[in-house]
């Protein structure tokens, strides 16, 4: 993986909420050590407002985010990803597409912010509990040096920081 940026691709179902803002978060925070994409087994077709919201609170451009597929990114001339963590249970029970790169997989269950109910300040409170978990996680991973791991122990790594406080 040294030889080029690794891909790092965050998977939910829907990719709404947790896979969104697992992108934005390791593009904002991992820029110039990696490539950041998130898609969904069953993309919901727009991101939730309250990742939208959170973003531009975060002083992130929600712009560019879009709930696709994750067949988009195993078309011919796709990214190549070479790290895939799932945030949602399902996802993570799915059988992944074949991926260009073969990635290393990981787990990071997180409940789904899209799940909440109430007011908008309610909605966006669910919003930020997942954005301060993603954020200890994304964390732990970029202060090693993870492109450097053999995949083994990227994988066993990946674990340990899934059962980070706070996983599902």
């Not at 988009?72 to 399902?90: E, K």
């Not at 899209?114 to 200890?136: H, K, V, Y």
Request: overall charge negative; charged content about 20%; proline content about 8%.
């Amino acid at each position: 993986m040294s030889e080029h940026l690794p891909g790092l691709l965050v998977l939910c179902t829907g990719n709404s909420a947790r896979s969104i803002l697992g992108e934005a978060m390791l593009a904002a925070r991992g820029a110039g050590r990696l490539r950041a994409y998130s898609a969904g087994s069953k993309p919901k077709g727009v991101p939730h407002p309250g990742a939208l919201r959170l973003l531009a609170r975060r002083g992130i451009d929600p712009a560019p985010f879009a709930s696709k597929s994750w067949n988009t990114l195993t078309a011919p001339g796709a990214p190549r990803i070479d790290v895939a963590i799932t945030v949602c249970d399902n996802a993570a029970q799915e059988t992944c597409p074949v991926f260009i790169g073969a990635p290393v997989k990981g787990h990071w269950g997180l409940p789904d912010p899209a799940d909440a109910s109430g007011s908008e300040a309610e909605i966006d409170a669910a919003f930020e509990a997942t954005w301060q978990a993603l954020e200890a996680r994304v964390g732990a991973l970029l202060a090693a040096r993870f492109e450097d791991m053999p995949a083994h122990e990227l994988a066993e790594f990946l674990t340990t920081i899934g059962t980070m406080g706070g996983a599902a």
